[in-house]
RNA sequence: GUGGAUAUGGUGAAGCGGUAAACACAAACGACUGUGACUCGUUCAUACGUGGGUUCGAUCCCCACUAUCCACCCCA
């Protein structure tokens, strides 16, 4: 009985990989032009880590979390996101010290131990951005303008930028109270789940998908009408920037985040086209969490990208590589000749591919055709003996003659 | 944790209670006589998720289990 993967646990086989890499090195090379470094963090943390960032009452600390004791008697968890590492390691190596605004970006899997659906599961990959020292709302701006950035460049029209504030200590718990008031007349019509929240975080119902709640929180107050002078102007230059960089949003005031540790700006990269994961990506500003982790009192602005997500919006795109040329041979001698030519061009940067074993000639075109390689050179006894050889266009069909000489075919390719 | 759907070859899939499990694509090899994409030929599931049961006989009926998918919850 042969072994299978575990459940939400995926393979990435070649043809899709390409597209991952593609994401990737999107997400690098437009991180890097706006100045951040990577930084790569480890999968096992400390349980506490996560308990303490993240909040324990919430469903990720709650039930969702891949715990366990090692053989040293250590509650390790595997991360069920990166913020809380990364702060962990901005603190651990007292990067603040250096210098308090760090700009960091990371990527890699993250582990939830949910019920797998489309565009979840339980081994999933994030890729994500931190940014610690900056209070400003320049930087919530152009945190949000490098994320609009990235699918762009990915050619995607889809997701559309979606912010709120959840203000700060200071008003989020009058806010709270006003609209606890509010659902309190309305309670009947909360769905269950809401109801036993409503203790514990009344926000949810804002965006909670039952049709009773929508109807309970139809009026219901806005936090934005609630945010203290501070947070109002920092939400208002928020937007200000985020004009000035042309950068589109749309305001979405019932918006609630998972986390315990967001305050004022909050946002979502949100989609209608992966049925019910509408966030691509999702993030906010933690002006507390360094602090709670026992580092200095600095602010912090960061988001996370699902990277499964943004790949099922890729989904048609082809993304496979071509070899640039495929050599087909007659003979040992040729294909003697033909390895060494390979290996010289591959040595020069070219792509290069060979049948290795001596097939018919036929078999090695369809080959050449299958790869999708741009030029095919052919070469048999008469070929050794001239010293040149046909090079055959692929796509147009012609063919030149050129001398069995790496350098020169290397022009000819390349020309 | 809850609910629903589905389980046939590499893929998309047809199929009926009864002896070779259709078709298409992909793949391999070959023909067209040293050159691919067109055409043609050959090969490619002792097997229909697993374990039971009913039956003279089940891939098609029943039960259990498992897996996958989708949805809820929550989230990237």
Redesign the pocket.
């Known amino acids: 009985m042969a072994i299978?993967?575990?459940?939400?646990f995926?393979d990435i086989l070649p043809g899709e990989v390409e597209k991952w890499q593609h994401i990737e090195a999107t997400a690098r090379r437009v991180f890097e032009l706006y100045g951040l470094s990577e930084i790569r963090i480890p999968i096992l943390e400390s349980t506490e880590l996560f308990s303490r960032s993240i909040g324990d009452a919430?469903?990720?600390v709650e039930?969702?979390m891949y715990s366990f004791v090692d053989k040293g008697g250590n509650k390790v968890t595997m991360r069920p996101?990166g913020t809380a590492s990364v702060m962990r390691a901005f603190i651990e190596h007292k990067i603040h010290a250096k210098d308090p605004v760090a700009r960091l970006y990371y990527l890699g899997p993250?582990f939830?131990y949910?019920?797998?659906?489309?565009?979840?599961?339980?081994q999933?990959?994030?890729i994500g951005a931190e940014l610690t020292g900056v209070a400003a709302p320049t930087v919530d701006a152009h945190v949000l303008t490098m994320l609009t950035q990235f699918f762009a460049e990915l050619g995607l029209a889809e997701p559309s930028l979606q912010i709120n504030s959840l203000g700060c200590p200071a008003c989020r718990p009058v806010y709270r109270e006003a609209l606890k008031g509010f659902l309190l007349g309305r309670i009947e019509l909360l769905?269950e789940?809401?109801v036993r929240?409503y203790e514990t975080n009344p926000l949810?119902a804002l965006?909670?998908?039952?049709p009773g709640c929508q109807e309970a929180t139809k009026g219901a107050p806005s936090m934005l009408d609630y945010l203290c002078t501070d947070c109002s102007d920092h939400f208002a230059k928020t937007r200000n920037f985020l004009d000035l960089a042309g950068t589109g949003y749309s305001i979405n005031e019932r918006m609630?985040?998972?986390?315990d540790y967001y305050t004022r700006t909050t946002f979502?990269?949100v989609t209608g086209l992966?049925?019910?994961?509408?966030?691509?990506?999702?993030?906010g500003r933690y002006d507390g969490l360094i602090s709670e982790l026992g580092g200095p009192q600095l602010p912090g602005i960061g988001?996370?990208?699902?990277?499964?997500?943004v790949a099922l919006l890729l989904a048609e795109k082809d993304f496979s590589r071509r070899p640039e040329l495929f050599i087909?041979t007659?003979g040992e001698k040729a294909h003697a000749e033909a390895f060494r030519l390979m290996v010289e061009l591959q040595r020069r940067g070219l792509s290069v591919e060979l049948d290795y074993?001596g097939?018919?000639?036929?078999?090695q075109?369809?080959?050449?055709?299958?790869f999708?390689?741009r030029f095919?050179l052919?070469?048999?006894?008469?070929?050794l003996g001239r010293g040149t050889?046909?090079l055959?266009?692929?796509?147009?069909?012609t063919?030149v003659e050129v001398a069995l000489d790496a350098a020169l075919i290397l022009k000819q390719v390349k020309g």
């Open positions: 299978n993967g575990v459940k939400g995926n919430t469903d990720i039930k969702e996101e993250m939830r949910e019920r797998p659906q489309k565009g979840r599961y339980r999933f990959h994030q769905c789940d809401c929240r949810r965006d909670c998908k039952s609630v985040r998972g986390l979502e990269m992966l049925g019910s994961q509408s966030a691509v990506a999702a993030g988001f996370a990208i699902g990277v499964e997500r087909a007659m074993e097939k018919s000639l036929k078999s075109m369809r080959r050449a055709d299958k999708k390689s095919t052919i070469i048999g006894e008469d070929e050889a046909p055959k266009d692929m796509d147009g069909g063919q």
